[in-house]
């Protein structure tokens, strides 16, 4: 299984990122469950932390959490920058809905006044505008905006609509920023737009370079496939057309940096590289294989974002929404020598580690996903419908089922004031129950190189005993 982010408008998807590979137990190609082995040294490191965790979890009494109930993270941000919010799953109700609460607290108190989304840079300026401007329509921005259809939900869109609320009621800007880099069509049609208006000589010469990519047909093929129907010669290619139209746009800066958009046709530039780079090994019409190549090479998009986000972030303070894979700060240092990483542990080393992060456990539910056999190529995984369903985490060796000895449905934890007992637990590793866009029945909660991962990857953790599906808006096709 892969799990696999998705690109705009046509629920596009592509391959997973770091964490599958980075926090597995083992490193061997095992399609086997793994055991734990003897269950009595586990037991004495499992009983400590329970008693540890009865009296330290913050039972929460709905799948909402009130003010009260919320303390522990709005008092987190009193130390940090930029506190990450995860998802165990791309398609469960309860995260998003504790996210978008968790967000309005934050936002209420004056902790952040910043919203970093695992988003692409249009939508995230689209979003932006409608907050802070009122402009565009919020219905049109949900369905036609480019955002990954995972987050065309009820929960995401109440939520924009109350920060726009809360932006009129008091005149305080909410900055929203996408910092995913999977649309460079989009990212490179923006700055050949600013180009047209200032140096069209350049955007001409740009418009050639990137022919193929601006000419490219959404709803005939995705991104992805288009990626791989491109000659491996085009990556380089590609790459260096980017970075001579940003020595263009260096080269004039004392004319254009007064313009409206000179700086944002830069950083859009810059995300559109980033793409190319973090899909090199994809040019070429053959999916590579992905289990021999470098750890750094999965990381590269998790850099990118978190490079992104410090640059947008400059002295203000933020949230991000990204899955519980990307904001993990705290790789084991083994797997962090191999070159795995993820946006909180990038995030964590460039600011100094002002940083905090929160995940998320549960034991058993239902929760939107793709279906689709473990091998099936990403272009033709593409095409299956997100739909809800059942699978659980209450195995012996599932951190579900072992938070499940607790007596709380639900409950937040901090780990950072772990007593001695409990923080040697919490090396132990667990089947964490993470999912992406798809999932294959069959491989779930098999393979440690999927989903064994050590316990302490989150300062925070969220528990939630039972899951339900995310509220999608389950919309007709688009009219052609």
């Known amino acids: 299984m892969f799990l696999i982010a998705e690109s705009p408008h046509n629920q596009i998807q592509f391959r997973s990122d770091t964490m599958l590979a980075t926090l597995a137990l083992t490193l061997l190609i095992n399609q086997e469950r793994l055991g734990f082995g003897d269950p009595a040294p586990r037991a004495a490191l499992e009983n400590p932390a329970l ?41 469960d109700h ?49 369905v036609n905006s480019g955002i990954f259809s995972i987050w065309r939900t009820d929960d995401f869109a109440n939520l924009i609509l109350w920060l726009r609320a809360h932006v009129l009621r008091t ?12 649309d460079a069509q989009a990212d490179i049609k923006f700055a050949v737009d600013f180009l047209k208006t200032y140096e069209p000589a350049i955007a001409l010469k740009a418009e050639e370079e990137f022919q193929a990519l601006l000419a490219h047909n959404e709803n005939e093929k995705t991104i992805y496939a288009f990626i791989q129907s491109q000659p491996k010669e085009e990556f380089a290619r590609l790459t260096k057309a980017c970075d001579e139209l940003t020595a263009s746009l260096n080269d004039k800066k004392a004319q254009l940096e007064k313009n409206p958009g000179f700086d944002k046709a830069l950083y859009a530039i810059k995300a559109a590289k980033q793409m ?17 190549l470098p750890p750094e090479y999965f990381a590269r998009r998790d850099v990118f974002m ?4 410090v640059e947008q972030l400059g002295s203000q303070k933020a949230a991000l929404w990204a899955h519980d894979m990307h904001t993990a700060s705290n790789i084991p240092p083994a797997f962090a020598a191999m070159g795995y990483r993820t946006i ?20 058993k539910g239902s929760f939107h996903a793709r279906l689709f056999k473990q091998g099936t190529p990403i ?5 299956i419908p997100f739909t809800p369903h059942n ?73 939630y005993r039972e899951i339900s599906p995310s509220t999608t808006w389950n919309l007709p096709p688009k009219k052609q």
Request: charged share 25%; net charge negative; with cysteine.
């Open 51 to 91: 008693e540890w965790l009865k009296s330290n979890a913050t039972p929460f009494q709905a799948d909402i959490p009130n003010a009260e109930e919320l303390k522990s993270i709005v008092s987190a941000l009193d130390s940090a920058r930029v506190i990450g919010l995860g998802e165990p799953t791309h398609g």
């Open 306 to 309: 978190a490079q992104n986000l």
């Open 94 to 142: 309860q995260s998003q809905l504790f996210k978008t609460h968790t967000i309005r607290e934050l936002v209420r108190q004056g902790k952040i006044s910043v919203l970093m989304l695992e988003i692409n840079r249009e939508p995230g300026a689209q979003f932006d505008a409608y907050v802070n401007e009122g402009k565009g329509d919020l219905t049109d921005l949900m």
């Open 171 to 182: 005149g305080n800007p909410i900055r929203i920023y996408g910092i995913d880099c999977q």
């Open 344 to 363: 909180g542990s990038e995030i964590k080393k460039l600011i100094n580690s002002d940083y905090i992060s929160l995940g998320f456990a549960w034991t």
């Open 276 to 292: 190319f780079l973090a899909y090199e090994f994809e040019f070429g019409g053959q999916e590579p294989d992905f289990q021999k």
């Open 379 to 383: 272009v033709e995984a593409q095409q």
């Open 391 to 463: 699978l659980s985490c209450n195995q012996l060796g599932d951190l579900g089922e072992f938070l499940a000895r607790l007596p709380h449905n639900r409950f937040i934890v901090d780990f950072r004031t772990a007593d001695e007992a409990t923080k040697k637990w919490l090396a132990l590793p667990y089947y964490r129950g993470w999912c992406g866009w798809g999932v294959d029945p069959e491989k779930w909660l098999t393979d440690p190189n999927q989903e064994a991962a050590p316990t302490v990857l989150h300062d925070i953790l969220v528990y």
